[in-house]
């Protein structure tokens, strides 16, 4: 099982940005999506963004123009540049790994808090 590791969540005033970053060791060198999902508070867990094996991201409705998923090969890291965000951007943030012929991979989780 891949072991993912998300780091860059933490407390932002809305409005701002922070960067979310996810490692999984090693090379990868064919999956069929990598990206987030959040769990909001008394909510079940929800896409976010992605990144398909070729390279195009997906974006759920609710931060597009506001989420840009991204991805470094050489340093096998997912990020997530979150700006303009909400209140209800407030959430566990997870990294996820959808490969052929294997089990998806979670992350831990990493929290993000929107408040002024």
């Known amino acids: 099982q891949v072991q993912l590791a998300e780091s860059g969540g933490g407390l932002a005033q809305p409005g701002g940005s922070l960067r979310l970053s996810c490692a999984a060791p090693?090379?990868?060198?064919?999956?069929?999506?990598i990206g987030w999902y959040r769990q909001r508070p008394g909510q079940p867990r929800e896409f976010t963004a992605v990144i398909n094996g070729d390279g195009n991201p997906a974006y759920a409705d609710s931060v597009k123009g506001r989420f840009t998923i991204s991805r470094d090969s050489a340093k096998n890291t997912v990020y997530l540049q979150m700006n303009s965000l909400k209140v209800e951007d407030t959430a566990v943030y997870y990294c996820?790994?959808?490969?052929?012929?294997?089990?998806?991979?979670w992350g831990q989780g990493t929290r993000v808090t929107v408040s002024s």
């Open positions: 996820v790994l959808d490969r052929p012929s294997t089990a998806t991979a």
């Open positions: 090693g090379s990868i060198s064919s999956f069929n999506f």
